[in-house]
C-alpha cells in the first residue's frame, strides 16, 4: 500500500484540473506531484487505474467508486462533478479537523478522570484489608491488628470489577479505538498497583 | 439456525431494541448468532452461579437467586451492549462514506443509463465495505430477477439515515442525485460534540463517583466474606450500560432529524 503526502480532495482536484487542460485519467496521473513514482510505472505498464487506486492507501478509499465509469462519461460534466467532490471532502475535512480539535480537549479530560479514577480505585483495593477489620470494629466493637492479604476475596473481586466496568465505560463515552484491549490493560494496572499497595500496606504494618 | 431458549424474536428486541429498525441492513446474521450464543450462555451462568453459590458458599435460597440474576443479567447485558455498539459503528462508518457512493452512482448513472450496469460498476472495484457490498450485490439479485427499478429504489433508499442522502438515492434516474452540498453533516457533527458535552458532566458524576462511593460504604457495613459484595458491582454493570445505551438513543434519534 502507498500512502499520499497530500490530502484526499487535493488529489481529486489536480486530477479535475489536468482533465480540464486536455489530459485524460491515465496522463492526469503523471503531473500529480508526489504521485509514488512506482504507481505511474505500473500506470505506464498497462494497469488500469481502479487497480491503481486501490492500492493506494486513501482516507476514503471510495473515490475509487468515482473513477470506474468514467472513461465512458462525458468529460466535461465528470470534471465538474470531481470538483464538487473535492469541495465536499475538503468541507468534511475541515468540519472533522473542527471537530476534533474540539474533542481532543474533552478526550483528554477524559483521559485523565480514566486515569485517576483507575489509580483511585485499584488503591483503595488495596487497602481492602482495612476494611475487613473495619467491619469487625463496627460489629463487634474491637479492632484486630492482623490483616488477610488476599487478592481473591469478595471485596477485592468487586474493585476489579468496578474498575474495570468504569474504565470501559468512560473509554466508550469518548469513542475510543480497541477498547477491549485497553480494558486489558487496566486489568493488569489493577492488579498491580494492588499488589503494590498491599506490598506496602503489609510492611508498614510489620513495624 | 442456532438454538436459543428463549424466543429470538424477543432476544433482539431486548437487546438491539432500536437499532433493529434504524440500522437494519447492518444487523449481520453473525451478530444475530452472538446474541443467541450470549443468551444461552447467560443462562447457564445463571445455573453455574446458584450451584456454585449453594455448595461453595453456602447462601440461602433468597439469596443464591439474587446473585446469580445479577451475575447472568450483567453479563449479558454488558456484552450485547458491546455488540449492539458495533453494529452503531459499523452504520456510522457507512455514514461518513455515503455521499461518495452516491456520487459514483450518479456518475455511473450519467455513463451508462442503467442501473444495474452502474451498481456492478460501484462493486467492481474498490468497494471496502463488506456490508454495502452485500447490500448491494442483493439489489442487482433482485434487479436481475425482474423486481421493478423504481420498486427497488424506494425500498434499500431506508439504509441512508442522512434525508439528503436519501432523497438523493430515490432520485437516482433523475439527473439531478448528486451530492454537492452536505449541511447535514456538519448539524450532526456539532450535536456530536454538544452530546458529548452535555453527558460528560453527568456520567462522570454519576458513573465514577457513585460506585466508589457506595463500595466503600458498602464495605463498611457488609461483611467482606459475603456476596452481598459482589452484588454491587454486577448491578452496577446493568446500570451503566443502560445508562450508555440512553444516551446513545439520544444521538440516533437526533440524526434522523
Not at chain 2, 447472568?72 to 447485558?77: A, M, V
Not at chain 2, 434525508?163 to 433523475?174: C, D, G, T, V
Request: hydrophobic share 50%; charged share 20%; net charge neutral.
Amino acid at each position: 500500500m502507498y500512502k499520499l503526502s497530500f490530502s484526499n480532495h487535493i488529489l481529486l482536484r489536480e486530477i479535475a484540473q489536468q482533465m480540464e487542460k486536455g489530459e485524460n485519467l491515465e496522463r492526469a496521473m503523471f503531473f500529480i506531484e508526489d504521485f509514488p513514482r512506482e504507481l505511474l510505472l505500473r500506470i505506464q505498464l498497462g494497469e488500469e487505474i481502479t487497480d491503481i487506486f486501490s492500492s493506494l492507501k486513501l482516507d476514503y478509499p471510495e473515490i475509487n467508486n468515482l473513477f470506474v465509469s468514467a472513461s465512458q462519461a462525458d468529460t466535461q460534466e465528470m470534471i465538474e462533478r470531481f470538483k464538487s467532490t473535492a469541495e465536499l471532502i475538503k468541507m468534511r475535512e475541515d468540519a472533522l479537523e473542527e471537530r476534533n480539535d474540539l474533542l481532543k480537549v474533552h478526550i483528554r479530560r477524559m483521559q485523565i478522570i480514566r486515569y485517576v479514577t483507575l489509580i483511585t480505585i485499584a488503591m483503595i483495593a488495596g487497602f481492602s484489608p482495612l476494611f475487613s477489620n473495619f467491619y469487625s470494629l463496627i460489629s463487634t466493637g474491637d479492632f484486630s491488628f492482623s490483616f488477610s492479604f488476599t487478592m481473591w476475596s469478595f471485596l477485592s473481586f468487586s474493585f476489579l470489577v468496578i474498575n474495570c466496568l468504569n474504565n470501559y465505560y468512560l473509554l466508550k463515552m469518548s469513542n475510543e479505538k480497541r477498547i477491549i484491549f485497553k480494558v486489558v490493560i487496566v486489568l493488569i494496572l489493577h492488579i498491580a498497583i494492588v499488589l503494590v499497595v498491599q506490598e506496602f500496606f503489609s510492611s508498614l504494618i510489620r513495624f | 439456525m442456532q438454538f436459543s431458549i428463549i424466543p429470538k424474536e424477543f432476544l433482539y428486541r431486548i437487546t438491539l431494541g432500536k437499532i433493529r429498525k434504524h440500522s437494519e441492513d447492518f444487523i449481520s446474521e453473525n451478530d444475530l448468532v452472538k446474541l443467541v450464543v450470549l443468551c444461552n450462555l447467560a443462562i447457564l451462568s445463571f445455573f453455574v452461579s446458584m450451584l456454585l453459590c449453594y455448595f461453595l458458599i453456602r447462601l440461602n435460597l433468597i439469596f443464591m437467586l439474587i446473585v446469580s440474576i445479577a451475575i447472568s443479567l450483567s453479563l449479558f447485558f454488558v456484552f450485547s451492549d458491546y455488540v449492539r455498539s458495533n453494529i452503531i459503528k459499523k452504520h456510522r462508518l457507512f455514514d461518513e462514506v455515503a455521499f461518495l457512493i452516491i456520487n459514483s452512482l450518479a456518475i455511473n448513472m450519467k455513463s451508462t443509463r442503467s442501473l444495474p450496469h452502474s451498481i456492478e460498476l460501484l462493486l467492481k472495484k474498490g468497494t471496502t465495505d463488506n456490508f454495502y457490498k452485500k447490500y448491494f450485490e442483493d439489489m442487482i439479485f433482485n434487479l436481475n430477477i425482474g423486481v421493478d427499478e423504481n420498486q427497488i429504489i424506494a425500498e434499500n433508499s431506508r439504509m441512508f439515515q442522512n434525508k439528503k442522502h436519501k432523497y438523493a438515492f430515490q432520485n437516482l434516474k433523475n439527473s439531478d442525485s448528486f451530492i454537492e452540498t452536505d449541511p447535514d453533516f456538519l448539524i450532526g457533527l456539532k450535536r456530536e460534540i454538544k452530546l458529548i458535552e452535555d453527558n460528560m458532566v453527568i456520567f462522570v458524576a454519576i458513573s465514577c463517583l457513585l460506585p466508589l462511593a457506595l463500595s466503600l460504604v458498602l464495605s463498611l457495613i457488609v461483611s467482606p466474606t459475603s456476596p452481598t459484595l459482589l452484588l454491587f458491582p454486577l448491578l452496577y454493570a446493568v446500570f451503566g450500560t443502560v445508562t450508555l445505551r440512553l444516551i446513545q438513543n439520544k444521538s440516533m434519534g437526533g440524526k434522523n432529524v
